[in-house]
Protein backbone atom coordinates (compact mmCIF):
# COMPACT_ATOMS: atom_id res chain seq x y z
CA UNK A 1 0.00 0.00 0.00
CA UNK A 2 1.52 3.48 -1.05
CA UNK A 3 2.04 5.10 1.96
CA UNK A 4 1.85 8.57 0.13
CA UNK A 5 -1.25 10.91 -0.13
CA UNK A 6 -1.74 12.62 -3.29
CA UNK A 7 -2.25 16.16 -3.12
CA UNK A 8 -4.28 16.27 -6.44
CA UNK A 9 -5.75 13.36 -8.85
CA UNK A 10 -4.51 13.17 -12.83
CA UNK A 11 -5.94 16.77 -13.51
CA UNK A 12 -4.80 20.38 -12.64
CA UNK A 13 -7.12 21.59 -9.68
CA UNK A 14 -10.40 23.35 -10.33
CA UNK A 15 -8.76 26.91 -9.67
CA UNK A 16 -6.25 25.95 -12.63
CA UNK A 17 -8.57 24.61 -15.07
CA UNK A 18 -9.32 28.33 -16.92
CA UNK A 19 -12.50 27.97 -18.29
CA UNK A 20 -13.43 24.46 -16.51
CA UNK A 21 -14.00 27.23 -13.72
CA UNK A 22 -16.94 28.41 -15.90
CA UNK A 23 -17.98 24.39 -17.15
CA UNK A 24 -18.88 24.21 -13.41
CA UNK A 25 -20.35 27.03 -12.97
CA UNK A 26 -24.47 27.13 -12.46
CA UNK A 27 -26.21 28.52 -15.77
CA UNK A 28 -23.36 27.89 -18.32
CA UNK A 29 -24.08 25.19 -20.42
CA UNK A 30 -21.32 22.63 -21.16
CA UNK A 31 -20.97 23.20 -24.43
CA UNK A 32 -19.31 26.64 -24.06
CA UNK A 33 -16.46 24.90 -22.59
CA UNK A 34 -16.39 22.36 -25.96
CA UNK A 35 -14.72 22.87 -28.57
CA UNK A 36 -16.90 26.20 -29.78
CA UNK A 37 -13.41 27.97 -29.89
CA UNK A 38 -14.22 31.05 -31.52
CA UNK A 39 -17.56 31.66 -30.50
CA UNK A 40 -18.08 35.66 -30.50
CA UNK A 41 -14.66 35.77 -32.25
CA UNK A 42 -14.67 37.59 -35.60
CA UNK A 43 -12.81 36.97 -38.93
CA UNK A 44 -9.98 34.89 -37.48
CA UNK A 45 -7.08 34.98 -40.03
CA UNK A 46 -4.05 32.77 -40.19
CA UNK A 47 -0.55 33.53 -39.98
CA UNK A 48 -0.63 37.16 -41.54
CA UNK A 49 1.60 40.00 -41.60
CA UNK A 50 0.44 43.05 -39.13
CA UNK A 51 -2.15 45.30 -40.63
CA UNK A 52 -0.78 49.18 -40.27
CA UNK A 53 -3.07 50.63 -37.13
CA UNK A 54 -4.31 53.35 -39.32
CA UNK A 55 -6.42 50.44 -41.35
CA UNK A 56 -8.08 49.58 -37.53
CA UNK A 57 -11.14 51.38 -36.66
CA UNK A 58 -14.65 50.28 -35.26
CA UNK A 59 -16.70 48.13 -36.63
CA UNK A 60 -20.07 47.41 -36.68
CA UNK A 61 -21.08 44.33 -34.46
CA UNK A 62 -24.65 42.11 -35.38
CA UNK A 63 -26.23 43.37 -33.35
CA UNK A 64 -27.47 46.91 -34.83
CA UNK A 65 -26.23 50.08 -32.84
CA UNK A 66 -23.73 48.25 -30.87
CA UNK A 67 -20.33 48.65 -32.26
CA UNK A 68 -17.61 46.36 -31.42
CA UNK A 69 -14.12 47.27 -31.43
CA UNK A 70 -11.67 45.48 -33.76
CA UNK A 71 -8.55 43.64 -32.41
CA UNK A 72 -5.09 42.39 -33.19
CA UNK A 73 -3.79 39.68 -30.88
CA UNK A 74 -0.97 37.28 -31.53
CA UNK A 75 -3.01 33.64 -30.82
CA UNK A 76 -1.87 30.00 -30.53
CA UNK A 77 -4.09 27.90 -33.06
CA UNK A 78 -3.21 24.50 -31.53
CA UNK A 79 -1.18 22.30 -29.03
CA UNK A 80 2.14 23.32 -30.32
CA UNK A 81 1.67 26.30 -28.56
CA UNK A 82 3.22 28.62 -31.40
CA UNK A 83 2.02 32.29 -31.26
CA UNK A 84 1.01 34.25 -34.90
CA UNK A 85 -0.97 37.45 -35.48
CA UNK A 86 -4.85 36.97 -35.26
CA UNK A 87 -7.60 39.26 -35.99
CA UNK A 88 -10.85 39.26 -33.77
CA UNK A 89 -13.04 42.05 -32.19
CA UNK A 90 -13.69 42.79 -28.81
CA UNK A 91 -17.46 43.12 -27.60
CA UNK A 92 -19.24 46.49 -27.80
CA UNK A 93 -18.43 48.56 -24.66
CA UNK A 94 -20.99 48.50 -22.25
CA UNK A 95 -22.26 51.65 -19.86
CA UNK A 96 -20.22 50.07 -17.04
CA UNK A 97 -17.06 48.78 -19.69
CA UNK A 98 -13.99 50.47 -19.73
CA UNK A 99 -11.87 50.52 -22.96
CA UNK A 100 -7.99 49.75 -22.57
CA UNK A 101 -5.14 50.25 -24.83
CA UNK A 102 -2.85 47.81 -23.61
CA UNK A 103 0.70 48.61 -23.59
CA UNK A 104 2.48 46.39 -21.92
CA UNK A 105 1.42 42.81 -20.90
CA UNK A 106 4.03 39.59 -18.79
CA UNK A 107 4.18 36.46 -19.62
CA UNK A 108 3.44 34.04 -17.17
CA UNK A 109 3.84 29.95 -16.59
CA UNK A 110 0.39 29.81 -16.55
CA UNK A 111 0.08 31.12 -20.40
CA UNK A 112 2.57 28.27 -21.05
CA UNK A 113 0.44 25.66 -20.24
CA UNK A 114 -2.78 27.11 -21.48
CA UNK A 115 -1.48 27.82 -24.91
CA UNK A 116 0.49 24.09 -25.02
CA UNK A 117 -2.77 22.37 -23.44
CA UNK A 118 -1.47 20.70 -20.51
CA UNK A 119 -4.25 21.67 -18.81
CA UNK A 120 -5.70 20.00 -20.90
CA UNK A 121 -8.87 23.11 -21.47
CA UNK A 122 -7.46 24.89 -24.23
CA UNK A 123 -9.90 26.58 -26.35
CA UNK A 124 -7.82 27.70 -29.60
CA UNK A 125 -7.29 29.98 -30.62
CA UNK A 126 -6.03 31.30 -27.29
CA UNK A 127 -5.06 34.83 -27.20
CA UNK A 128 -2.96 34.16 -24.04
CA UNK A 129 -1.99 37.25 -21.62
CA UNK A 130 -3.36 38.06 -18.07
CA UNK A 131 -0.73 40.39 -16.70
CA UNK A 132 -2.62 43.67 -18.46
CA UNK A 133 -0.75 47.58 -18.17
CA UNK A 134 -3.05 49.58 -20.05
CA UNK A 135 -4.56 53.03 -20.37
CA UNK A 136 -7.83 53.86 -20.72
CA UNK A 137 -9.35 55.03 -24.11
CA UNK A 138 -12.81 55.31 -23.26
CA UNK A 139 -15.66 54.65 -20.97
CA UNK A 140 -19.07 53.66 -21.26
CA UNK A 141 -21.42 55.77 -19.69
CA UNK A 142 -22.07 54.42 -15.99
CA UNK A 143 -18.82 54.09 -15.47
CA UNK A 144 -17.90 55.90 -11.90
CA UNK A 145 -14.10 54.92 -11.35
CA UNK A 146 -12.18 55.33 -14.74
CA UNK A 147 -12.04 57.91 -17.21
CA UNK A 148 -10.16 58.16 -20.67
CA UNK A 149 -6.42 58.63 -19.88
CA UNK A 150 -5.86 57.04 -16.43
CA UNK A 151 -3.42 54.13 -16.36
CA UNK A 152 -4.84 50.86 -15.27
CA UNK A 153 -4.19 46.76 -14.40
CA UNK A 154 -6.14 43.96 -15.53
CA UNK A 155 -5.46 40.71 -14.08
CA UNK A 156 -6.09 36.82 -14.36
CA UNK A 157 -10.24 37.22 -14.28
CA UNK A 158 -12.94 39.97 -15.81
CA UNK A 159 -16.05 38.68 -14.23
CA UNK A 160 -17.50 36.58 -11.54
CA UNK A 161 -21.02 35.99 -10.61
CA UNK A 162 -21.31 38.74 -7.74
CA UNK A 163 -23.50 37.07 -6.08
CA UNK A 164 -21.97 33.95 -4.23
CA UNK A 165 -20.24 34.16 -0.57
CA UNK A 166 -16.78 34.18 -2.09
CA UNK A 167 -17.52 37.34 -4.25
CA UNK A 168 -19.29 38.68 -1.42
CA UNK A 169 -16.56 38.44 0.75
CA UNK A 170 -14.13 39.82 -1.84
CA UNK A 171 -12.85 36.68 -3.45
CA UNK A 172 -14.17 36.63 -6.11
CA UNK A 173 -10.93 34.92 -7.57
CA UNK A 174 -12.76 32.04 -5.82
CA UNK A 175 -16.37 32.21 -7.16
CA UNK A 176 -16.96 29.32 -9.62
CA UNK A 177 -18.36 31.82 -12.09
CA UNK A 178 -15.00 33.62 -12.13
CA UNK A 179 -14.56 34.82 -15.78
CA UNK A 180 -11.15 34.30 -17.22
CA UNK A 181 -9.54 36.95 -18.98
CA UNK A 182 -8.23 34.49 -21.65
CA UNK A 183 -8.93 31.30 -22.60
CA UNK A 184 -12.27 31.75 -19.74
CA UNK A 185 -15.82 31.63 -20.91
CA UNK A 186 -17.68 34.81 -20.69
CA UNK A 187 -21.26 33.62 -20.29
CA UNK A 188 -22.65 37.36 -19.57
CA UNK A 189 -21.63 38.23 -22.90
CA UNK A 190 -22.94 35.45 -24.96
CA UNK A 191 -20.71 32.56 -23.54
CA UNK A 192 -17.30 34.11 -26.04
CA UNK A 193 -14.55 33.00 -25.58
CA UNK A 194 -12.32 35.51 -23.62
CA UNK A 195 -8.99 36.14 -25.24
CA UNK A 196 -5.76 37.88 -23.18
CA UNK A 197 -3.66 41.39 -23.24
CA UNK A 198 -1.18 39.41 -26.07
CA UNK A 199 -3.34 41.99 -27.89
CA UNK A 200 -3.51 45.86 -28.63
CA UNK A 201 -7.00 46.55 -27.04
CA UNK A 202 -9.16 45.03 -24.42
CA UNK A 203 -13.16 45.87 -23.36
CA UNK A 204 -13.50 44.94 -19.71
CA UNK A 205 -16.31 45.64 -17.09
CA UNK A 206 -15.03 48.72 -14.43
CA UNK A 207 -15.39 46.42 -11.51
CA UNK A 208 -12.66 44.28 -12.78
CA UNK A 209 -9.88 46.82 -13.78
CA UNK A 210 -7.83 47.86 -10.97
CA UNK A 211 -5.88 51.48 -11.01
CA UNK A 212 -2.07 51.82 -11.36
CA UNK A 213 -0.58 54.00 -8.99
CA UNK A 214 1.91 56.74 -9.94
CA UNK A 215 5.33 56.10 -10.15
CA UNK A 216 5.39 52.75 -10.90
CA UNK A 217 7.19 52.16 -14.50
CA UNK A 218 4.46 50.55 -16.32
CA UNK A 219 7.04 47.55 -18.15
CA UNK A 220 8.11 46.60 -14.54
CA UNK A 221 4.47 46.83 -12.98
CA UNK A 222 2.66 44.47 -15.74
CA UNK A 223 3.63 41.13 -13.74
CA UNK A 224 1.98 42.62 -10.54
CA UNK A 225 -1.25 42.16 -12.10
CA UNK A 226 -1.11 38.21 -11.85
CA UNK A 227 2.72 37.10 -10.12
CA UNK A 228 2.28 40.16 -7.60
CA UNK A 229 -1.44 39.38 -6.31
CA UNK A 230 -0.63 35.47 -6.20
CA UNK A 231 1.77 35.85 -3.83
CA UNK A 232 0.63 38.97 -1.77
CA UNK A 233 -2.83 38.03 -1.38
CA UNK A 234 -1.83 34.09 0.40
CA UNK A 235 0.50 36.18 2.45
CA UNK A 236 -2.01 38.38 3.85
CA UNK A 237 -4.53 35.29 4.27
CA UNK A 238 -2.16 33.54 6.44
CA UNK A 239 0.06 35.89 8.19
CA UNK A 240 2.88 35.94 6.34
CA UNK A 241 3.30 39.40 6.41
CA UNK A 242 4.61 40.17 9.42
CA UNK A 243 7.96 42.16 10.74
CA UNK A 244 10.46 39.33 12.26
CA UNK A 245 8.83 36.21 10.69
CA UNK A 246 10.63 33.86 8.03
CA UNK A 247 9.42 33.42 5.19
CA UNK A 248 10.54 30.73 2.33
CA UNK A 249 10.21 31.10 -0.97
CA UNK A 250 10.40 27.94 -3.63
CA UNK A 251 11.37 28.46 -6.64
CA UNK A 252 12.71 32.12 -7.90
CA UNK A 253 10.84 32.68 -10.92
CA UNK A 254 8.18 35.40 -11.90
CA UNK A 255 6.34 34.60 -8.23
CA UNK A 256 9.17 33.76 -6.83
CA UNK A 257 10.96 37.11 -7.29
CA UNK A 258 8.33 39.33 -6.24
CA UNK A 259 7.20 37.33 -3.51
CA UNK A 260 10.85 38.00 -1.66
CA UNK A 261 10.25 41.87 -2.59
CA UNK A 262 7.28 41.77 -1.37
CA UNK A 263 8.08 39.73 1.94
CA UNK A 264 11.29 42.10 2.47
CA UNK A 265 9.15 45.22 2.21
CA UNK A 266 6.54 43.40 5.01
CA UNK A 267 9.81 43.19 7.30
CA UNK A 268 10.35 39.23 7.18
CA UNK A 269 13.19 37.05 6.66
CA UNK A 270 12.97 35.41 3.58
CA UNK A 271 14.76 32.73 2.31
CA UNK A 272 15.08 31.17 -0.96
CA UNK A 273 14.78 27.57 -2.10
CA UNK A 274 15.76 26.91 -6.11
CA UNK A 275 17.17 24.22 -7.87
CA UNK A 276 19.51 27.25 -9.71
CA UNK A 277 22.53 27.43 -7.70
CA UNK A 278 23.33 30.66 -10.01
CA UNK A 279 20.35 32.89 -8.56
CA UNK A 280 21.87 32.77 -5.72
CA UNK A 281 23.95 36.23 -5.66
CA UNK A 282 20.91 38.23 -7.30
CA UNK A 283 18.62 36.90 -5.02
CA UNK A 284 20.82 38.11 -2.03
CA UNK A 285 22.21 41.01 -3.40
CA UNK A 286 19.65 42.60 -5.97
CA UNK A 287 16.20 40.92 -4.71
CA UNK A 288 17.13 41.47 -1.09
CA UNK A 289 16.68 37.58 0.19
CA UNK A 290 18.38 36.80 3.32
CA UNK A 291 19.36 33.82 2.30
CA UNK A 292 19.46 30.97 -0.19
CA UNK A 293 19.41 26.94 0.35
CA UNK A 294 19.89 25.14 -3.11
CA UNK A 295 16.97 22.32 -2.50
CA UNK A 296 18.93 19.66 -4.38
CA UNK A 297 21.79 19.71 -1.52
CA UNK A 298 20.61 18.07 1.63
CA UNK A 299 23.20 19.37 3.37
CA UNK A 300 21.66 22.65 2.91
CA UNK A 301 18.61 21.74 3.50
CA UNK A 302 19.45 20.05 6.52
CA UNK A 303 20.92 22.92 8.28
CA UNK A 304 17.84 24.94 7.59
CA UNK A 305 15.78 22.58 9.45
CA UNK A 306 12.49 23.77 11.22
CA UNK A 307 13.60 27.63 11.12
CA UNK A 308 10.05 28.46 8.99
CA UNK A 309 6.99 30.11 9.63
CA UNK A 310 5.47 29.61 6.46
CA UNK A 311 6.46 29.01 2.85
CA UNK A 312 4.69 30.14 -0.61
CA UNK A 313 5.97 26.88 -3.17
CA UNK A 314 5.66 28.64 -6.46
CA UNK A 315 7.27 25.65 -8.46
CA UNK A 316 5.96 25.46 -12.39
CA UNK A 317 6.74 21.61 -12.82
CA UNK A 318 6.94 18.28 -10.16
CA UNK A 319 9.38 18.28 -7.25
CA UNK A 320 9.94 16.90 -4.10
CA UNK A 321 7.70 18.85 -1.01
CA UNK A 322 9.06 16.45 1.58
CA UNK A 323 11.73 18.20 2.78
CA UNK A 324 10.14 21.98 2.27
CA UNK A 325 8.02 20.82 5.03
CA UNK A 326 10.84 19.92 6.98
CA UNK A 327 12.42 23.33 6.95
CA UNK A 328 9.14 24.83 8.61
CA UNK A 329 8.56 25.08 11.91
CA UNK A 330 5.62 23.32 14.39
CA UNK A 331 2.23 24.43 12.80
CA UNK A 332 4.00 26.42 9.54
CA UNK A 333 1.93 26.95 6.63
CA UNK A 334 2.68 25.77 2.99
CA UNK A 335 0.89 27.56 0.29
CA UNK A 336 0.87 26.12 -3.02
CA UNK A 337 0.38 28.55 -5.86
CA UNK A 338 2.49 26.93 -8.76
CA UNK A 339 0.44 24.16 -10.76
CA UNK A 340 2.52 21.70 -11.94
CA UNK A 341 0.62 19.05 -14.12
CA UNK A 342 2.15 15.89 -12.28
CA UNK A 343 0.40 15.48 -9.03
CA UNK A 344 2.77 15.99 -6.03
CA UNK A 345 3.67 13.50 -3.35
CA UNK A 346 2.61 14.34 0.25
CA UNK A 347 3.46 11.76 3.32
CA UNK A 348 1.26 12.12 6.10
CA UNK A 349 4.33 12.31 7.99
CA UNK A 350 5.51 15.43 6.50
CA UNK A 351 2.85 17.65 8.29
CA UNK A 352 1.18 15.43 11.15
CA UNK A 353 4.15 15.82 13.63
CA UNK A 354 4.72 19.18 13.67
CA UNK A 355 0.52 20.39 12.70
CA UNK A 356 1.64 21.62 9.61
CA UNK A 357 -0.49 23.83 7.49
CA UNK A 358 -1.30 23.12 3.70
CA UNK A 359 -3.54 25.60 1.55
CA UNK A 360 -3.32 26.99 -2.46
CA UNK A 361 -4.26 29.97 -3.69
CA UNK A 362 -5.73 31.06 -6.62
CA UNK A 363 -4.70 34.77 -7.66
CA UNK A 364 -6.10 37.17 -5.42
CA UNK A 365 -9.81 38.95 -5.00
CA UNK A 366 -10.13 42.89 -6.72
CA UNK A 367 -9.72 44.33 -3.39
CA UNK A 368 -6.31 42.32 -2.86
CA UNK A 369 -5.05 43.32 -6.26
CA UNK A 370 -5.74 46.85 -5.55
CA UNK A 371 -4.23 46.74 -1.89
CA UNK A 372 -1.55 44.93 -3.13
CA UNK A 373 -0.79 47.78 -6.25
CA UNK A 374 -0.98 50.47 -3.96
CA UNK A 375 1.95 48.81 -0.93
CA UNK A 376 4.28 48.32 -4.55
CA UNK A 377 3.72 51.75 -5.48
CA UNK A 378 4.36 53.07 -1.71
CA UNK A 379 7.17 50.68 -1.82
CA UNK A 380 8.38 50.84 -4.99
CA UNK A 381 8.00 47.33 -5.50
CA UNK A 382 8.31 46.73 -9.39
CA UNK A 383 9.49 42.80 -10.90
CA UNK A 384 12.78 42.42 -13.05
CA UNK A 385 11.96 41.99 -16.68
CA UNK A 386 13.21 41.67 -19.69
CA UNK A 387 11.19 43.48 -22.22
CA UNK A 388 10.22 42.41 -25.90
CA UNK A 389 8.22 42.81 -28.50
CA UNK A 390 5.38 40.61 -29.57
CA UNK A 391 7.42 38.92 -32.83
CA UNK A 392 9.99 37.46 -30.23
CA UNK A 393 7.01 35.90 -28.22
CA UNK A 394 8.05 32.50 -29.37
CA UNK A 395 11.14 32.29 -28.80
CA UNK A 396 10.71 34.01 -24.71
CA UNK A 397 7.85 31.04 -24.41
CA UNK A 398 10.80 28.54 -25.36
CA UNK A 399 12.98 30.17 -22.63
CA UNK A 400 10.35 30.52 -20.24
CA UNK A 401 10.08 26.62 -20.68
CA UNK A 402 13.68 26.32 -20.22
CA UNK A 403 13.91 28.63 -17.04
CA UNK A 404 15.50 30.55 -19.08
CA UNK A 405 14.53 34.84 -17.83
CA UNK A 406 15.26 37.01 -15.09
CA UNK A 407 12.37 37.18 -13.71
CA UNK A 408 9.61 37.98 -16.18
CA UNK A 409 9.03 38.46 -20.25
CA UNK A 410 6.94 41.30 -20.37
CA UNK A 411 5.72 42.30 -24.47
CA UNK A 412 5.89 45.72 -25.30
CA UNK A 413 2.11 45.42 -26.79
CA UNK A 414 1.91 48.91 -27.85
CA UNK A 415 5.32 49.33 -29.58
CA UNK A 416 4.87 46.09 -31.39
CA UNK A 417 1.01 46.13 -32.50
CA UNK A 418 0.77 49.99 -32.98
CA UNK A 419 -2.47 51.62 -31.48
CA UNK A 420 -6.02 51.21 -31.95
CA UNK A 421 -9.38 52.34 -29.59
P1 LIG B 1 8.37 30.62 -13.74
O1 LIG B 1 8.72 32.05 -13.95
O2 LIG B 1 8.67 29.65 -14.81
O3 LIG B 1 9.04 30.16 -12.37
C1 LIG B 1 8.93 28.86 -11.90
C2 LIG B 1 10.19 28.52 -11.08
O4 LIG B 1 10.05 27.19 -10.62
C3 LIG B 1 11.47 28.52 -11.88
O5 LIG B 1 12.05 29.79 -11.98
C4 LIG B 1 12.34 27.58 -11.07
O6 LIG B 1 12.95 28.30 -9.99
C5 LIG B 1 11.35 26.62 -10.47
N1 LIG B 1 11.38 25.34 -11.19
C6 LIG B 1 11.18 25.12 -12.50
N2 LIG B 1 11.28 23.82 -12.79
C7 LIG B 1 11.54 23.20 -11.62
C8 LIG B 1 11.73 21.83 -11.25
N3 LIG B 1 11.67 20.86 -12.16
N4 LIG B 1 11.96 21.54 -9.95
C9 LIG B 1 12.02 22.52 -9.03
N5 LIG B 1 11.86 23.83 -9.33
C10 LIG B 1 11.62 24.16 -10.60
O7 LIG B 1 6.80 30.48 -13.48
P2 LIG B 1 5.80 31.52 -12.79
O8 LIG B 1 5.15 32.34 -13.84
O9 LIG B 1 6.43 32.15 -11.63
O10 LIG B 1 4.66 30.51 -12.29
C11 LIG B 1 4.98 29.52 -11.34
C12 LIG B 1 3.84 28.56 -11.19
O11 LIG B 1 2.74 29.22 -10.60
C13 LIG B 1 3.30 27.99 -12.49
O12 LIG B 1 2.90 26.67 -12.24
C14 LIG B 1 2.10 28.86 -12.79
O13 LIG B 1 1.14 28.23 -13.59
C15 LIG B 1 1.57 29.08 -11.41
N6 LIG B 1 0.76 30.26 -11.22
C16 LIG B 1 -0.23 30.15 -10.30
C17 LIG B 1 -1.00 31.24 -10.02
C18 LIG B 1 -2.04 31.12 -8.98
O14 LIG B 1 -2.91 31.94 -8.91
N7 LIG B 1 -1.98 30.14 -8.12
C19 LIG B 1 -0.78 32.44 -10.67
C20 LIG B 1 0.25 32.52 -11.59
C21 LIG B 1 1.03 31.42 -11.85
P3 LIG B 1 14.45 27.96 -9.51
O15 LIG B 1 15.32 28.13 -10.74
O16 LIG B 1 14.70 28.95 -8.46
O17 LIG B 1 14.43 26.54 -9.01
ZN1 LIG C 1 -0.51 34.23 -14.22
Redesign the pocket.
Known sequence: MSHHLHLRGSVPPL??RGGLDARFSPGVPWHFASSSSNVGVAAASSARTLRPPQHRAKVMAKEAGEQETAALGWAARDASGVLSPFDFSRRAQKDDDVTIKVLYCGI???D??IIKNEWGNAMYPVVPGHEILGVVTDVGSGVTKFKAGETVGVG?FVGSCRSCESCGNGYE?YCYGMVLTSNGIDAEHGGAVTQGGFSDVIVVNEDYVVRVPDGLPLDKAAPLL??GV?VYSPMMRFGLNAPGKHLGV???????HVAVKFGKAFGMKVT?????PG?REEAIEKLGADDFLV?RDPGQMQAAFGTMDGILD??????PISPLFALMKPMGQMV?????TKPLELPAVAIVPGGKGIA?????GMRDCQAMLDFAGKHGITAEVEVIKMDYVNTALER?QK?D?R??FVIDVAGSLGTTA
Not at 336 to 340: E, I, Q, S, T
Open positions: SFCHTLYYNCATVGLGGLGVISTSKSTVSAWHFVGGPGNCVGLNVYR
